[in-house]
């Protein structure tokens, strides 16, 4: 493309890309839950075998255990 030059590494664009597919990258990995499940409108769930905390009224409040 004219005018248009990348110029960071490839390493970091593979990590971005990876970031942006991975749909757990949306979700803080935490060793302890116990303050998210506490929080109004959280629930805790297993899913694949990681706990997790889900929050619909507050959705950036999303943790797995880990």
Not at 34 to 63: C, D, E, S, W, Y
């Amino acid at each position: 493309m004219p005018g248009w030059e990348y110029c960071g590494s490839l390493p970091a664009l593979r990590s971005l890309t990876r970031t942006i597919l991975n749909k757990e990258a949306l979700v803080k990995v935490r060793s302890s839950l116990r303050a998210l499940k506490q929080a109004p409108g959280a629930q805790v769930v297993r899913r694949r075998g990681k706990t997790m905390v889900i929050n619909k009224l507050h959705p950036r409040l999303k943790a797995r255990q880990g």
